[in-house]
């Protein structure tokens, strides 16, 4: 069985890029993604975070649907908490007009943020604890149902654009099952509830107007090469970066200061565990090998999709990852 493959592209920042840089970047990969027939990118609302670019989500998607014309696009996601519902769906009623039939909202409850930048952002702490209900919120504004006396999304009402819960645990897993929506696993960076939160989606799954049976799509690194070295030597880049990433700030070096030396020193203490175990889902190797894992991937978690990061010090690494992987799959 071949199982849809998408694409999770965070707008990476690379060592010497501008952010200028990471766009066009990203829209060689949604180009690409659209080539070989993947179903759809998505990008993610991460804040404060020098090597990504992706926080003004609405606006990558509507720069990269200018620049695509058949590849469904969308918000891996939004986090909830950080926005209104009837802002959101404007936004997205917004790229649903421009784009007909190609933007899927995925939802998240975390903040994408730390709890500084959060309140830079103006935001309620509690406000998380509000997302359930803000999450049919914005799904009646989409339907044109309003839950609001008044008030409507224009643009969005009526639009019904696609809603997908991420999540990491249960929480997220529950509650996508209760409101009968698909469920995105973010397990290319918090693999550990994984099984659990599979389990307790579709044994606790209510079909909705929007899906009648469960649908599942499961998060994967991926790193494709024509040679397993060459697979291996990138894979140690993506583990670099996220060392840099996650501890530069706590050892007082700049990320964008720091040497492969000492990000490898970081690898090597219990900073390099925690990254490990972060990517511990990875398809590394040539496309045998990453074929091989994925088949395998798919019977342990039977997921429905897979969304893939694709991580590489190029642009032209990211993209033969990207190739082989569709290649492998066929």
């Known amino acids: 069985m071949r199982v849809p493959l998408s694409i999770l592209d965070l707008v990476p920042i690379g060592r010497g890029q501008t952010v200028t840089d990471a766009f ?53 996601g939004i986090m909830l908490p950080n926005h209104s519902p009837l802002t959101i769906a404007e936004q ?37 604890d509000a997302f359930p209900t803000d999450v049919q919120e914005l799904q009646a504004y989409l339907a044109g149902h309003s839950r ?59 079909p909705s107007e929007q899906l009648d049976r469960p649908y599942a799509i499961v998060g994967v690194n991926v790193t494709a090469a024509d040679t397993k070295a060459a697979a291996d ?19 007082g070096i700049p990320a964008e200061d720091m040497t492969d030396e000492q990000a490898d020193e970081l690898l090597g203490s219990a900073a390099g565990l925690h990254v490990d175990q972060m990517l511990r889902y990875a398809a590394v190797g040539t496309p ?18 897979f969304i893939t990061v694709h991580q590489a010090p190029s642009l032209e690494g990211r993209l033969r990852s990207i190739t082989l992987l569709a290649e492998a799959m066929q």
Request: hydrophobic letters at 45%; a positive charge; aromatic letters at 10%.
């Open 288 to 305: 045998g090998e990453v074929g091989e894992y994925l088949d395998d991937f798919r019977k342990q978690t039977e997921a429905d999709e």
């Open 92 to 128: 997205f009623g917004a790229l649903d007009a421009m784009y007909p039939h190609r933007i899927d909202l995925g939802l998240g409850r975390a903040p994408g943020s730390d709890q500084t930048t959060f309140r830079a952002m103006r935001r309620d702490p509690r406000s998380s």
């Open 148 to 206: 609001v006396p008044g008030v409507d999304a224009i643009p969005g009402k009526g639009s019904r654009v696609p809603l997908y819960m991420l999540g990491s645990s249960l929480f997220g897993a529950q509650l996508a099952a209760r409101l009968g929506l698909p469920y995105a696993f973010a397990s290319h960076f918090a693999p550990d509830a994984l099984f659990a939160a599979l389990a307790a989606y579709r044994s606790e799954f209510k």
């Open 24 to 76: 066009a970047a990203s829209v060689a990969v949604a180009r690409r993604a659209e080539e070989l027939g993947y179903t759809r990118v998505w990008y993610a609302e991460h804040h404060n975070m020098p090597t990504i670019a992706s926080a003004a989500t609405s606006v990558v998607i509507a720069h990269i649907g200018a620049h695509t014309s058949t590849i469904r696009l969308g918000a891996g």
């Open 233 to 251: 030597e990138q894979f140690h880049a993506v583990r670099r970066a996220r060392a840099i990433s996650l501890f530069s700030r706590h050892v």
